[in-house]
């Protein structure tokens, strides 16, 4: 027995037109991690290293061997302008996180009855932050000889165990409720505030050193889509796109990469099929472009009049090279008529010089 498959399509196709035509404003999410590296039996390394990543950039970096380096200026500004974080750091990168890594690492390897050879601890925590919701999520997990090990769940405030050998570890852990109320506090307070504080930071050095963007319209034929075209900028965190009456459009919107210039900025376009705009609405839209994080846009009108196409540039060539085939063709001619013109020249002239010959030998 056969079931009638039309309402299902019928619904589908609902949801698909309301997903087309609802509007759904992009989030724009940040994150700030914390990775702790402890080891034994490796040689040539540090026993303890440690890294903060802001959006998936280092900006710092410290070891064991009293080694710090801040590698983004904007966490150099930071730690500089605020004392109280560069000493709390400077603790936890020397002091108190090596030797607690170290100890942990002990009773892994106790637990796992391992007495020497090459082990390694590591843990990733830190915090993700939506710009536009205000939704903070923390996260904290380690790994143990590069396999997932456990990992505390924020929601339920108790640990994980994500392999066998560490339920023993997991009950211990959970035992431990004023521990879990300090990681909740980091992960969910303190994380964000520092995350939203460096991002300040960057931000304000971004404002110093962006280069803003040339922006052109640009179309191939009349049937073509228009390339909404900016180049020259820096740096190369941007956001680029088309509106309609304000609104970030979706549809017949194709966005094209960043593509790096020979001067060390950047250009990137983003297209807009026009085959069912009516020429009354092209006033309606515009291309924006944005530096991410900064209140910069450049906002271009999709405007006919300035929508830059290489129809004139194809005619302009035609003419030209028309031009030159016409003048060869002149050139020709004339190099073809001087050339008969002088063979006649030349025979006249022998001829001339036959019969002056022939008088001057006859004595009569």
């Known amino acids: 027995m056969f079931r009638s498959t039309e309402p299902t399509q019928i619904k589908m196709k609902t949801i698909y037109l309301l997903f087309l035509f609802c509007h759904v404003s992009s989030s724009v999410k940040h994150s700030l991690k914390f990775s702790f590296t402890t080891s034994t039996g490796v040689s040539n390394v540090p026993q303890f290293v440690a890294t903060l990543q802001v959006d998936e950039v280092q900006v710092s970096y410290c070891d064991s061997n009293k080694k710090m380096e801040a590698q983004q200026e904007a966490w150099k500004q930071l730690l500089d302008e605020n004392p109280q974080l560069l000493d709390f750091y400077t603790r936890e990168c020397f002091e108190n996180q090596p030797k607690l890594f170290k100890h942990r690492l002990n009773s892994l390897m106790q637990l796992h009855n391992q007495s020497g050879g090459v082990h390694i601890l590591q843990t990733e925590s830190g915090c993700e932050w939506d710009e536009n919701t205000g939704e903070v999520v923390g996260f904290l997990q380690y790994h143990y000889d590069g396999e997932d090990f456990i990992s505390l769940d924020l929601k339920t405030l108790t640990w994980i165990a994500l392999k066998p050998q560490a339920d023993a570890i997991k009950q211990l852990w959970n035992a431990d409720e004023a521990r879990m109320k300090e990681d909740e506090k980091f992960l969910t307070t303190i994380c964000p505030d520092w995350l939203k504080k460096y991002l300040s930071y960057e931000n304000s050095s971004l404002l110093r050193d962006t280069v803003l963007p040339s922006v052109f319209l640009l179309q191939k034929t009349p049937s073509s889509p228009v390339s909404c075209h900016a180049t020259g900028f820096y740096p190369d965190r941007v956001l680029m796109f088309w509106r309609k009456d304000g609104e970030e459009i979706h549809e017949d ?3 094209g990469e960043i593509l790096p210039n020979h001067d060390g900025t950047f250009q990137m376009r ?30 271009t009108k999709l405007d006919k009049a300035e929508i830059r196409t290489n129809r004139e540039s194809t005619a302009a060539v035609i003419g030209v090279v028309a031009g030159l085939l016409l003048l060869l063709v002149c050139i020709t001619g ?31």
């Open 334 to 364: 004339l190099f073809i008529w001087r050339k008969k013109k002088n063979n006649g020249f030349r025979a006249a002239n022998t001829s001339d010089s036959s019969s002056s010959n022939r008088q001057t030998s006859d004595p009569h």
């Open 270 to 299: 983003v297209d807009l099929n026009i085959s069912s705009v009516k020429p009354e609405d092209w006033s309606r839209y515009d291309c924006v472009f944005q530096f991410s994080g900064v209140k910069k846009d450049v906002i």
């Open 253 to 255: 919107v194709d966005h």
